[in-house]
């Protein structure tokens, strides 16, 4: 494998993003614009209706994030004509056929200009809607294959998935690929056009009934998570990421195409500054609720390996791997980005430790002017444990609506419910985010690994497209970049 120069490379170059809002997407636009001013063009592929409603998301929800403010500085005056120049924003629609693409004029450009596309369009969320979730996660993958093959120039395709496509897995976890029909469990008959119309006949079925929106999403998202699990995989996220790699296999041709395998993906570690994060991503779910004094209990194993990674890390994979496999198709271009292997990883009780400390040097000062004082939680290790545990809970707060209802009766039936309805919401939460606390495997990262050997011996710019998590100090990065990063761009 041979890596040439990443800024030769990206002078010049015609880049296609998709889902452009994202998280990664931003630090990859802002990353591009900054190192390479010289970059030709990026068409930015976002979700809106016209122009104008494309060109709003882009200053509310990219360029208007502090995220920019190294890119504005550095162009001071000259940073809206700046964007004019490099940027062209695309209204579109990843789960549609040619993207979405309405105005026949720009999409007869892209297909004869762009040499690279970059896939990190998607939906996240583990308990979504499974229409939704198929139609970004699975075929969106289909239609940007199609429209890559009708790309003259494309050099490569990268297109980013999840490092857990491998379910709950144990041991050592490979970087191979997923063929059509794969299961997790060894149950036969995965079918992706069959997948399609289990959705397609069920919203028609429940339509018929003159089901309400709210109970057609409810519906939607049980049926993924029915439809995963059937088929070996946890969640509705995981599931359709999975079967998008099995239509990048089948549907690939001689396209030159990189697949990229983030793990938990966290705050940057230092580009283009430290510790900037946006949304609340998996881990900082679990910050932002002990911050702010409402986690009283941890479910999950504290010698459980965390298999976090900065973003602007993988954002550099993602660039390094885009420059080796530019017109060298290659049948095994995946790429996990992760730590686990590294020999001291993350764990769950060095989590439990940073933010006991953090909160207490710095604790998150309420509503009401007052300081937030944490306590270390309780460690629940099995779901048994977890049961309990919320079953008392559930008693003594049982005992105290009976306490207040002698004189509130309705208010009292009212309460009833309402707590009732929280607890099957963190049952339900704690089923989605269950194989994650208890998680056994590590992530074998040998291709990676090549890739990193292949950029220091080819001289690649190393400073500037760093990805090895051995020189991650886990204390410091949580204690002093993740969560005050975190705080200041996630609390609200």
Sequence with gaps: MEVGSILHFLQNKTILITGATGFLAKILLEKILRVQPNVKRLYLLLRAADAKSATHRMHNEIIGKDLFRLLKEKSGSNFNSFISKKVTLVPGDISRE?????????????????????????????????????????????YVINFAKKCTKLEVLVHVSTAYVCGEGEGLVLEKPYQLGDSL??????????????????????????????????????????????????????????????????????????????TIVTSTLKDPFPGWAEGVRTIDSLALAYGKGKLPCFLGDPKAIVDAIPADMVVNAILVAMVAHAKHPSSGAIYHVSSSTVRRPLRYK????YGFRYFTAKPWINKDGKPVKVRKVTVLSNMDSFRRYMFIRYLLLLKGLELANTAFCQYFQGTYLDLNRKIQIVMRLVDLYKPYLFFEAIFDDMNTEKLRMAARSSGVETDLFYFDPKVIEWEDYFLNIHLPGVVKYIFK
Aim: charged letters at 30%; proline letters at 2%; zero cysteines.
């Design 350 to 353: 060095n989590l439990q430790d």
């Design 98 to 142: 040619d993207l979405g693409l309405e105005d026949s004029l720009l999409r007869e450009e892209i297909y004869n200009k762009t040499g690279v596309i970059v896939n990190l369009a998607a939906t996240t969320n583990f308990d979504e809607r499974y229409d939704i979730s198929l139609g970004l996660n699975t075929f969106g993958v289909k």
């Design 185 to 262: 469990n060894g149950v036969h008959g995965l079918n992706i056009d069959v997948e399609d119309k289990v959705v397609r006949d069920k919203l028609d079925e429940l339509r018929q009934l003159g089901a309400s929106e709210n109970e057609i999403k409810e519906v939607m998202k049980d049926l993924g998570i029915t439809r995963a699990k059937l088929y070996g995989w946890p969640n509705t996220y995981v599931f359709t990421k999975a079967m998008g790699e099995m239509l990048v296999e089948q549907l690939k041709g001689n396209l030159s195409v990189v697949i990229i395998r983030p």
